[in-house]
């Protein structure tokens, strides 16, 4: 299944060569890239043990949106921090 060209079975994980840490109201990079709670919650489900389709369910509920919205957010997350070589995808 694949929305955008985004595949849903992909298992996104950080970058270990990127240093981050948490603060109260999100994330923080070495880089300079700072995620609000929301990017932080998708930033940190990525481990490369759960797929983009387990993260966006645990996303949808903690944040009770439906499943469109939770998609859309979860991909935008991924989409730029994939951009800034945060995250890697493959």
Same mark, same amino acid.
């Given at each position: 299944?694949?929305?955008?060209?985004?595949?849903?079975?992909?298992?996104?994980?950080?970058?270990?060569? $990127?240093?981050?840490?948490?603060?109260q109201r999100?994330? /923080?990079? *070495?880089?300079?890239? @700072?995620?609000?709670? %929301?990017?932080a919650y $998708?930033?940190?489900?990525?481990?490369?043990?759960?797929? /983009?389709? *387990?993260?966006?369910? @645990?996303?949808?509920? %903690?944040?009770g949106l $439906?499943?469109?919205?939770?998609?859309?957010?979860?991909?935008?997350?991924?989409?730029?921090?994939?951009?800034?070589?945060?995250?890697?995808?493959?």
């Open positions: 299944m694949s929305q955008d060209g985004i595949h849903l079975e992909l298992r996104p994980q950080k970058n270990m060569a $990127v240093t981050w840490r948490e603060y999100g994330v /923080l990079t *070495e880089t300079g890239v @700072a995620m609000n709670p %929301t990017a $998708v930033f940190k489900q990525c481990d490369g043990e759960r797929t /983009l389709a *387990e993260i966006v369910e @645990a996303y949808q509920e %903690t944040y $439906v499943p469109d919205a939770a998609l859309d957010d979860v991909l935008s997350v991924v989409r730029e921090l994939e951009e800034q070589k945060i995250l890697l995808t493959e």
